[in-house]
């Protein structure tokens, strides 16, 4: 029970058992039982909107925006939009901006940039907007923008090698820059519609006080709990229709799906899925749902045995019954059925050129058993006279990923794989993945976020690529070719031709297992207008958005 002045809340914790299986919403007993602890984590997440609401006094006309998001920003607390992924979360809130951005349909346009021009093979000239200010009074300018990406191009940043194709960057004048490449490298604009590239004030501390150009303003944070804004008068764009917003932060769905029903918020993103036809039936809520550029995949241990051999890789893929996977931990709402790693929505897609892995444990148990990996009498698959035996590893940040790999599991020991579901934070994944101490790693991301191809395909599948070279040990020569010359080719369609080729040899190289594309399906107030759901997930609050 918590007390607060003039009022009570008492709020309910209710623990499931230990078998309990979120899927069914009854006990289970099969041999991957996870312990799944269901703590009603609402408490403190409920009391802070509630106060929070309690700022705005009788007739006051202040318009304040409630939001409930999944995840903030998680790196030691820092609000550096430099560091590893934190722009993703930081370009939610509506403080940083980028030289160029996308709109609702994934169409480029200029931001903080106003154009470019392609100088020759390797520079490129890019006009800034003038009359922008940063939040601090600073102005942004050459000098500003040069700072944002060499901070990023630094050595010491844990993604500069993403960037290394960029040479250098110098002005003209104070709002004309030249990036030099080392080489041709066609999607160079697109890589500043990354959120690591935000431009940010050099004057700030960035860690604790973001200082960016967006509509939005930081007041303050609270590490995993919350953060709050408010408008920025003096927005190059135009003064923001709401002054404030508070934004909380819950991973539990049920909680944020409370907080909707309850009045308490006027956005909750990732409502629980459960609730979609529910809510969508509620003349007090507005459900929104769209497509979005995140793929959920496994990514497979190459470097041990027997998951080198790539026939064992693709009777994994057989193995996997993707209908049932969306059916089930998806809700039948929240996804669609995997081909490959590019949604449809994604102009550089080939689903419709390469082959699916279609369900067929048949034809699974068959490339098994040339593997090596044979059935034996009591129905178990055995590899070198032992259970044939996997984990799969895989983290909560995303709801969808624990029931997504309990019904995995259960496919793989219906066919006769021992099955075991490890649930940990991504550091330990990730710590565990370059060491080559794991299996499986049931992972989701955002495979398009700056519109091109390359951004997943060099670090998934080119030799030396970041995951390519660690957490898959992956490689392919020929592929490595197209790759490199995708990079280089200006003419579209030459280049649409490569990465069709390129995602047809990793179909077949089964080089990862790919599931299901996410739905975003988000619960609005019918009172907030100018919301739009953006497919590659980080922008979220604009201009645009008002309470009427």
């Known amino acids: 029970m918590l007390f607060y002045p003039g009022w009570i809340v008492t709020i309910c914790c209710i623990t499931q058992p230990d078998n309990y299986n979120f899927l069914t919403g009854r006990g289970i007993d099969v041999a991957f039982k996870v312990k799944l602890s269901f703590v009603c984590t609402a408490v403190f997440f409920i009391a802070i909107v509630i106060c ?4 705005q006094t009788e007739g006051s006309e202040e318009k304040v925006l409630r939001v409930a998001l999944t995840t903030g920003p998680d790196t030691g607390g820092s609000l550096d939009p430099s560091i590893s992924w934190e722009g993703w979360p930081m370009r939610r809130t509506g403080i940083y901006e980028t030289l160029f951005s996308y709109d609702e349909n994934m169409s480029l346009q200029p931001e903080l940039a106003t154009g470019y021009k392609q100088l020759n093979d390797t520079s490129w000239e890019i006009q800034l907007r003038k009359n922008v200010t940063f939040h601090d009074g600073t102005k942004m300018n ?3 923008v040069i700072y944002s990406i060499n901070r990023v191009l630094n050595s010491s940043n844990s993604r500069s090698a993403e960037y290394s194709f960029i040479k250098g960057v110098y002005k003209t004048d104070d709002y004309t820059i030249v990036v030099e490449t080392n080489e041709t490298y066609a999607p160079a604009i697109l890589m500043f519609t990354d959120t690591i590239m935000s431009i940010v004030s050099p004057t700030s501390d960035l860690d604790k006080e973001p200082v960016g150009t967006g509509p939005y303003k930081f007041v303050s944070f609270e590490p995993g709990a919350s953060i709050e ?3 920025n008068p003096d927005y190059w764009g135009g003064e923001p229709k709401i002054d404030r917003i508070i934004i909380q932060y819950s991973k539990d769905a049920a909680a944020r799906t409370l907080l909707l029903k309850s009045g308490d918020v006027d956005i909750t993103r990732d409502v629980l899925q459960s609730e979609y036809t529910t809510l969508e039936a509620d003349p007090d809520i507005n459900i929104v749902s769209r497509e979005t550029l995140r793929t959920y995949f496994m990514y497979i241990n190459e470097g041990k045995a027997p998951f080198d051999d790539v026939r064992v890789r693709q009777a994994l893929n057989y193995v996997i019954n993707r209908q049932e996977i969306v ?9 669609s059925p995997a ?3 590019f949604p449809d ?3 550089w897609s080939a689903n419709d050129k390469i082959e699916a892995y279609d369900y067929n444990p048949e034809k699974a148990l068959k490339l098994f058993a040339e593997a090596g990996i044979t059935q034996g009498s009591d129905g178990r698959l055995y590899y070198n006279g032992k259970p044939f035996a996997i984990e799969i590893q895989t983290y909560t940040k995303q709801a969808a990923h624990q029931p997504m790999a309990e019904v995995i599991a259960a496919q793989f020991e219906k066919i006769g794989i021992t099955t075991t579901i490890k649930i940990a934070e991504t550091s330990s994944i990730s710590a565990d993945a370059v060491a080559g101490n794991y299996d499986l790693a049931l992972y989701s991301w955002g495979v398009a976020p700056v519109g091109d191809p390359d951004y997943f395909v060099s670090s998934h599948f080119l030799s030396n690529g970041t995951y390519a ?9 020929q592929v490595d070719k197209w790759i490199l010359e995708a990079r280089a080719e200006t003419d579209k369609e030459k280049r649409a031709e490569l990465y069709e ?5 990793v179909q077949n190289d089964a080089v990862l297992v790919c599931i299901a594309y996410k739905n975003e399906i988000d619960g609005l107030s019918p009172n907030l207008k100018g919301f739009e759901i953006y497919p590659n997930e980080y922008t979220f609050i604009t201009k645009e958005m008002e309470l009427a």
């Open 229 to 231: 804004l408010v408008k």
């Open 142 to 144: 050459a000098d500003a």
């Open 52 to 55: 929070s609401g309690c700022v």
């Open 469 to 477: 070279s660690t957490w898959l040990r992956y490689s392919n020569p």
């Open 327 to 335: 059916d089930t931990a998806l809700e039948g709402v929240a996804g």
């Open 501 to 505: 080729m390129i995602q047809e040899q």
């Open 345 to 347: 929505i994604m102009p």
């Open 339 to 341: 081909i490959g790693i």
